[in-house]
């Protein structure tokens, strides 16, 4: 069955009807300047009150980070209880190795044109992270985005690309799209941002609806 993974969080309300709804994964955003950015202070308090407030299993907790000293990454691993990393900007093998945690190693989709050398350059990409026994994500590119850009790429490129392994899958998705790209793309997850907000808010309704899309898809 492919996961779920809901990501930039800074509510405990919407952390709650995420774990309700069966996310597998919460993401909490540490990077720098970025709209949905929340605070270790701040995500740790939600963690603390969503531990305290929910008795089942809880899903896994994401922090994603861009470009940003391993140190730190380290220290909100073990400030918040992460249980694993998102790497979002250009990052490398070395700077990989540093970090104390499970790697999700987001992968950029330029392939509007399709030319080969590039599909070829990601899929080594790809490869490579997966040979350091990380997982990659792929994502829709726009160039200066670090990702949430709310748009699709070519699901068709993502297969390709991942040679029928495991990967993540984001960029664009929404409840009425996810059953589609589950269909096509069999991902081992999605992963889904702004598809489930409203004015920039997350959105109950469609976090439920997208979870539910997602896992009846997977049957």
């Not at 969503?50 to 299993?57: A, D, P, V, W």
């Not at 949430?148 to 993502?158: H, I, L, P, R, V």
């Not at 392994?165 to 069999?186: E, F, P, W």
Request: with cysteine; charged share 25%; hydrophobic share 35%.
């Amino acid at each position: 069955m492919t996961k779920v993974k809901i990501c930039g969080l800074k509510k405990l309300e919407h952390a709650l009807i995420a774990t309700e709804s069966g996310a597998d994964f919460l993401g909490f955003v540490f990077v720098e300047g970025v709209r949905r950015q929340i605070s270790s202070i701040d995500a740790y308090e939600i963690i603390r009150q969503l531990k305290e407030n929910y008795s089942g299993k809880l899903p896994e907790l994401v922090g994603l980070f861009a470009n940003q000293e391993f140190s730190y990454v380290n220290q909100v691993v073990s400030q918040c209880g992460l249980d694993r990393v998102q790497l979002c900007g250009d990052e490398d093998s070395k700077y990989w190795s540093t970090i104390n945690s499970p790697i999700i190693k987001q992968v950029k989709m330029d392939v509007e044109n399709q030319r080969e050398d590039i599909l070829r350059r990601i899929k080594q990409k790809v490869d490579e992270i997966r040979e350091a026994g990380h997982m990659p994500l792929l994502d829709s590119y726009e160039r200066g985005a670090l990702g949430g850009t709310g748009k699709t790429f070519d699901w068709s490129m993502a297969k390709l690309v991942s040679g029928n392994q495991r990967i993540i899958l984001a960029g664009g998705l929404t409840s009425d799209n996810v059953n589609s790209a589950i269909n096509k793309v069999q991902p081992w997850a999605v992963d889904v941002s702004s598809g489930v907000e409203t004015d920039g808010q997350k959105d109950e309704l469609k976090v439920r609806n997208f979870i539910n899309n997602a896992l009846n898809a997977s049957k």
